[in-house]
């Protein structure tokens, strides 16, 4: 792909000697299981997402499932989440034993519809589990204030949008947790597979710390049953290395968007739409074509790494077959899978670049 949907060699180009330095560091100390780089990388987490706590795991998904575990989430219960989103953020559910009830989508954000929260809930719904997809903050103060009035809990996931703000916010600190995912391509990314979860909670922090870590406080004291979810050494020092710039990062990705928007402007093309009270970090540029996978081919055959994130919805995988939805059940994620189209985004892209992608779009566009 002459351009990659992400491009991690631009960005360790211009910042090899800062990573080179922090994997130096680590293997110097040998301190590669938790340590003095994961402590500080979770204090710089939390400071930077304005939370109190961040507890860094081996990727976004374990701290999901931790998330669940220390909201008391388990067999029999139900928990409420976007139709549209990857698998992860449902998977957990059924990892901890509980049922996972999907909801249909805003037609704008891609986000979880808070209108069709409140027909979901049942006795046994115990959380929701919105999804700051593509970057984008979910309409969290209608999600917040449905889980109030039902009394259930709210873990955000927010693996796509580190630093994204909703009313001023973090993402991160609006529900009881929040996840993060660190995989290679997020937003904020390690060089191998890391996450964290995020609180205000002192309480919930010390039990998710347990979890991760054996069920474990003192060396060989084991409180309860755990898992080997910590965080390493060499992800924490690389991703200290890299917070230090994502402020930065940040900015350029919405440059970017923006550029995309001036030069598709009249495409006719649905383009990324952001609310005036969010600040989306456009993990993600997603588009919406109605011959998609036709454009998607003559992008590919151009050199242009466009992506579908996701071509499947949640309810129609055949993993959730027994959960018995039909086709049908939430038309607004159904039609998205068919169309959203994610264009090359990240920070080092160049107008240049951005020139070719539109002008290959409009090259397929003149000759259909
Ligand atoms: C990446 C991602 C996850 C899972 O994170 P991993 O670090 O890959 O385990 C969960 N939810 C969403 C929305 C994601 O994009």
């Not at 989508?105 to 979901?120: G, K, L, S």
Request: aromatic content about 8%.
């Amino acid at each position: 792909m002459s351009i990659p949907l992400v491009d991690l060699k631009a960005q360790y180009r211009a910042i090899k000697p800062d990573i080179d330095a922090a994997i130096q560091r680590v293997i110097d100390n040998t301190s590669f299981i938790m340590g003095p780089e994961v402590t500080a990388f979770e204090e710089e987490f939390a400071a930077f997402c304005g939370a109190e706590y961040a507890v860094g795991t081996d990727s976004g998904t374990a701290a999901l499932h931790l998330a669940l575990l220390v909201l008391g989430v388990g067999p029999g219960d139900e928990v409420i989440t976007a139709a549209h989103t990857f698998i992860a953020t449902a998977e957990v559910i059924s990892l901890v034993g509980a049922r996972p009830v999907f909801v249909d989508v805003d037609p704008r954000t891609y986000n979880m519809d808070p209108d069709h929260i409140e027909a979901a809930i049942t006795p046994r719904t115990k959380a929701i589990i919105p999804v700051h997809l593509y970057g984008q903050p979910a309409e969290m103060d209608a999600v917040l204030d449905v889980a109030r009035r039902h009394g259930l809990r709210v873990i955000e996931d927010a693996a796509q949008a580190h630093g994204a703000e909703y009313r001023g916010r973090r993402v991160g600190t609006m529900g009881d947790v929040a996840c993060f995912s660190f995989y290679p391509g997020k937003n904020l990314g390690a060089y191998g597979d890391a996450g964290c979860l995020v609180t205000n909670d002192p309480d919930l922090a010390e039990q998710a710390r347990m979890l991760r870590n054996h069920g474990r406080q003192a060396k060989y004291e084991h409180l309860v049953t755990g898992y080997g979810y910590r965080l390493d050494g060499l992800q924490a020092a690389i991703l200290r290395a890299k917070l230090a710039r994502l402020e930065e990062w940040t900015e350029r990705r919405r440059q970017n968007a923006a550029t995309y928007n001036e030069l598709l402007a009249d495409s006719g093309l649905v383009l990324p739409y952001e609310p005036e009270h969010v600040r989306a970090v456009y993990h993600l540029y997603v588009i919406r074509v109605p011959e998609r996978d036709a454009l998607l081919a003559h992008l590919h055959q151009r050199g242009i790494g466009a992506g579908i994130h996701y071509p499947i919805p949640l309810h129609l995988q055949p993993v959730y077959r027994h959960l018995g939805y039909e086709r049908g059940a939430f038309p607004v994620a159904e039609e998205a899978t068919d169309h959203v189209l994610s264009l090359p985004m990240y920070p080092e892209l160049t107008r240049g670049q951005m020139e070719e992608v539109v002008g290959a779009i409009r090259e397929f566009e003149r000759g259909k």
